[in-house]
Each structure stands twice: as structure tokens, then as C-alpha cells.
């Protein structure tokens, strides 16, 4: 079983959709949790961090569920520019700042 | 725009040459990484410094040569690459080594070895 798994998609949605990315995790002891978006041919940029309480930032809000090992990201409204890989990031105790990269989910937002 | 820097943006060397790939952050962070990604393919962690020290060495090959002259600089020094060593070398840094910081990623050099 992959360390952090998600979706590869793509998913394609129309302008205004709402879309929700899932990833899991397999190792229950993971303290930290972070959506990167990355542009083709750019570097990752850090989209948010997620906490236990959930969070939101505009359009979007990123969940934790560590009972079920999973965490998600929803997207409202969608924008063209939203078009983008969307990785999922887990950090690891112990392992001194080395952090975990799902295979990234790909999304298409289209008129 | 990114807070670390990286240079070159492009570089394209023979087999039997010898570059160094740069990176540089001013954020004061204290935690610096090398990745390599392949297309379609996530980040692979290269090497960790952490306060100037090499902390983790994720098993890469010695042609792979990593030095931290300082807390702001973290060099790539390259030699002898092979074709498969093609691929977009990412720089980050963190503001301290512990697992619940995020890393901020530079724009990355294109590297072709031909």
C-alpha cells in the first residue's frame, strides 16, 4: 500500500462546479498534512495546511479525518485558473521534516 | 513570485561534465532540501539540511554532490550524470526541520543530460 494515495484523475468540471479531492494516508502516527497545487512545468506552491478542526481559505476548505486516515479538499466555484495538479502532502513523526508526496490529482476546469 | 531562487532555470550538459545547480532563500529558514521530478511523477526527496548540516541523504548516487555554504545558500554539485538524471531539480526550504512545517519550493532547474 502506497504511504499517501490519491485519485490521479483527471477530473474534469465546468466553470462554477464544486470539486472534492480525497487522499489517504497509511500511516496513522502522521502529524502533519498539506495540499500543494503544482502548474505544469512550475514548482509545487503550498495551497493550505490542514488541521484537525478543518479549515477554510475562500473557496477552499481542506478536511482531517485521522480515524478514517483521510484527508480532502473542496473546491467551490471553480475558475479556469484552478486548473492544476493538486498533491497531497503528509509529514511523518520522528523523520526530521521529511514529507510524504501523493501522486497528485489532476484537475481541468473548462468553459 | 518565490522567496527561494534557484539557478540556472535550464541546463544542459554531457555526460562528462561537471555544474552546480544553486538555490538561495532569505526567509531565514533553517531546513533546505533537494528533490528530483520526474514528468508526472511527484517530488522525490534528494537530500535535508538542517542548520547547515546534511541530515538526511535519501540513498542518491555520489555524482550527486550536495554542499550548504551557508544558512541562506544550498548547492547541487553535478558530475559524471547519466542520461536518466534528466529531470526538474526543486529546491525548498522550511522554517525549521520538524514535520509540521510546510516547504516553500523554488521554480526549479529544467535539467537535460544528453
Known amino acids: 500500500r502506497k504511504e499517501v494515495e490519491q485519485d490521479p484523475g483527471p477530473f474534469n468540471v465546468p466553470e462554477g462546479a464544486t470539486v472534492a479531492f480525497n487522499c489517504t494516508y497509511s500511516n496513522s502516527a502522521s502529524q502533519s498534512f498539506f495540499w500543494y497545487r503544482q502548474d505544469c512545468r512550475k514548482e509545487p506552491k503550498l495551497l493550505m495546511s490542514v488541521y484537525s478542526s478543518g479549515n477554510e481559505d475562500g473557496r477552499f476548505t481542506a478536511q482531517l479525518n485521522r480515524a478514517s486516515q483521510y484527508i480532502s479538499l473542496l473546491i467551490r466555484d471553480s475558475k479556469l485558473s484552478d486548473s492544476a495538479t493538486y498533491l497531497c502532502?503528509?509529514?511523518?513523526?520522528?523523520?526530521?521534516?521529511?514529507?510524504?508526496f501523493g501522486t497528485g490529482t489532476r484537475l481541468q476546469v473548462t468553459l | 513570485d518565490t522567496e527561494v531562487t534557484q539557478t540556472p532555470k535550464h541546463l544542459v550538459m554531457g555526460m562528462t561534465n561537471k555544474k552546480s545547480l544553486k538555490c538561495e532563500q532569505h526567509?531565514?529558514?533553517?531546513?533546505m532540501y533537494w528533490y528530483k521530478q520526474k514528468a508526472k511523477k511527484p517530488p522525490e526527496l534528494m537530500f535535508v539540511y538542517s542548520y547547515e548540516k546534511l541530515s538526511i541523504n535519501e540513498s542518491v548516487p555520489s555524482r550527486f554532490s550536495p554542499e550548504c555554504p551557508n544558512s541562506s545558500l544550498l548547492n547541487l554539485h553535478l558530475h559524471a550524470l547519466q542520461p536518466e538524471d534528466s529531470a526538474l531539480y526543486l529546491c525548498?526550504?522550511?522554517?525549521?526541520?520538524?514535520?509540521?512545517?510546510?516547504?516553500?519550493f523554488g521554480d526549479g532547474t529544467r535539467l537535460s543530460i544528453l
Open positions: 525548498a526550504s522550511s522554517q525549521s526541520p520538524v514535520s509540521n512545517q510546510p516547504q516553500h
Open positions: 502532502v503528509v509529514g511523518f513523526p520522528g523523520t526530521a521534516s521529511k514529507l510524504t
Open positions: 526567509m531565514g529558514h533553517r531546513a
